[in-house]
T-cell receptor, first 116, second 107 residues
Framework: EAGVAQSPRYKIIEKRQSVAFWCNPI?????LYWYQQILGQGPKLLIQFQNNGVVDDSQLPKDRFSAERLKGVDSTLKIQPAKLEDSAVYLC??????????????FGPGTRLLVL | AQRVTQPEKLLSVFKGAPVELKCNYS??????LFWYVQYSRQRLQLLLR??SRESIKGFTADLNKGETSFHLKKPFAQEEDSAMYYCALGNFNKFYFGSGTKLNVKP
C-alpha cells in the first residue's frame, strides 16, 4: 500500500512570498490532516478534512493560511504571505475515519519550510 | 491550555534497562490517548493506542485517569528503540501532541 505523499520535500522562500504544499493521502482514507511542527515542538493540528468538508480549522491562522481538498482526495495548504515564524515542517496525515480504530493516522514525510 | 505534557526532552538509558516515558494530560471527559514514534529518517507512526490495550515492540502504556497519565513503559530497552516519542490526545475532531521525548538507548 502506498503511503501518504507530500511535495515538495523542502522549500526556501523569503518573507512575504507565498508557498503551497501538496498532499496525496492513502487511497480510501476519508480523513486528512495538516499539521505544523516547529522545531523542538510536537505537531500542531492546523486543519482536518472529512472527505472534502472541513471538520476543524480552529488553529489555522486564516489571515494567511488556506487549505482545500476539492475532490475529497488530495489537498493543498497555502501560506500567503509567509512570515519568519512560519518556518516549520508541515505534515500531512490521513486516516480511514474519525472513530475508534479508524482514527489511526498515517503520516507523510513532511515538507520542511524555511522563511528568510 | 496545554493538553499534553511530556516533561522530559531527553531520556538516556543503557541497553537492557527499564524505560518509562512520561505523559500527562489535561482533559475533562474520556480522552483517547496514543503514543507515536519517529525513528531516525522515518515518518511519524503510531506505536500504540490506549483503547487497544496492546503491547507493541515490548512497549505498554496504561491510562491512569486518577493521575491523568499515560506513561509508556518497556522492561528492557533495546538500541533500536532509540527514537523520538510523542504522546497524543484525541478529542472528537481535535488532536493534541506533546512536545516529545527523545529516547537514547546506549549500548
Amino acid at each position: 500500500e502506498a503511503g501518504v505523499a507530500q511535495s515538495p520535500r523542502y522549500k526556501i522562500i523569503e518573507k512575504r512570498q507565498s508557498v503551497a504544499f501538496w498532499c496525496n493521502p492513502i487511497s480510501g482514507h476519508a480523513t486528512l490532516y495538516w499539521y505544523q511542527q516547529i522545531l523542538g515542538q510536537g505537531p500542531k493540528l492546523l486543519i482536518q478534512f472529512q472527505n472534502n468538508g472541513v471538520v476543524d480549522d480552529s488553529q489555522l491562522p486564516k489571515d494567511r493560511f488556506s487549505a482545500e481538498r476539492l475532490k475529497g482526495v488530495d489537498s493543498t495548504l497555502k501560506i500567503q504571505p509567509a512570515k519568519l515564524e512560519d518556518s516549520a515542517v508541515y505534515l500531512c496525515a490521513s486516516s480511514l475515519g474519525t472513530s475508534g480504530g479508524l482514527k489511526t493516522q498515517y503520516f507523510g514525510p513532511g515538507t520542511r519550510l524555511l522563511v528568510l | 491550555a496545554q493538553r499534553v505534557t511530556q516533561p522530559e526532552k531527553l531520556l538516556s538509558v543503557f541497553k537492557g534497562a527499564p524505560v518509562e516515558l512520561k505523559c500527562n494530560y489535561s482533559y475533562s471527559g474520556s480522552p483517547e490517548l496514543f503514543w507515536y514514534v519517529q525513528y531516525s529518517r522515518q515518518r511519524l507512526q503510531l506505536l500504540l493506542r490506549h483503547i487497544s490495550r496492546e503491547s507493541i515492540k515490548g512497549f505498554t502504556a496504561d491510562l491512569n485517569k486518577g493521575e491523568t497519565s499515560f506513561h509508556l513503559k518497556k522492561p528492557f530497552a533495546q538500541e533500536e528503540d532509540s527514537a523520538m516519542y510523542y504522546c497524543a490526545l484525541g478529542n472528537f475532531n481535535k488532536f493534541y501532541f506533546g512536545s516529545g521525548t527523545k529516547l537514547n538507548v546506549k549500548p
